[in-house]
């Protein structure tokens, strides 16, 4: 199982970037897809997840900025951010979690995200 994220780096205060992660060797349709982030001295929580079915939950810190969506012919999901703020600078983890048995919950490596002020 692999999930490759990309499209970390700098941003600015009020700026937008988009954060992809490519799912292998996992039957994408049948997990939920997320991404969590960890701040500086922080521990590592969640940003926003994508059902298969397309419902969305989002953190209240990124409700209205932050879309998070999923393509499920090419196995990837995103996360649109925009009115970027200092505050979301953190390592991004694209996530994949079944909860049908058998569960399983698969990380990626993480992405830098840092928004200049």
């Known amino acids: 199982v692999q999930l490759q994220a990309s499209g970390g780096g700098l941003g600015q205060a009020g700026g937008s970037l988009r954060l992809s992660c490519a799912a292998s060797g996992i039957s994408y349709s049948n997990y939920i897809m997320g991404w969590y982030r960890r701040a500086p001295g922080k521990q590592r929580g969640l940003a926003a997840t994508v059902s298969s079915g397309g419902t969305t939950n989002y953190a209240d810190s990124v409700e209205g900025r932050f879309t998070i969506s999923r393509n499920n012919a090419d196995n990837t999901v995103y996360l649109q951010m925009n009115s970027l703020k200092p505050e979301d600078t953190a390592v991004y983890y694209c996530?994949?979690?079944?909860?049908?048995?058998?569960?399983?919950?698969?990380w990626g490596q993480g992405t830098l995200v840092t928004v200049s002020s």
């Open positions: 996530n994949a979690r079944r909860t049908v048995s058998p569960t399983f919950n698969f």
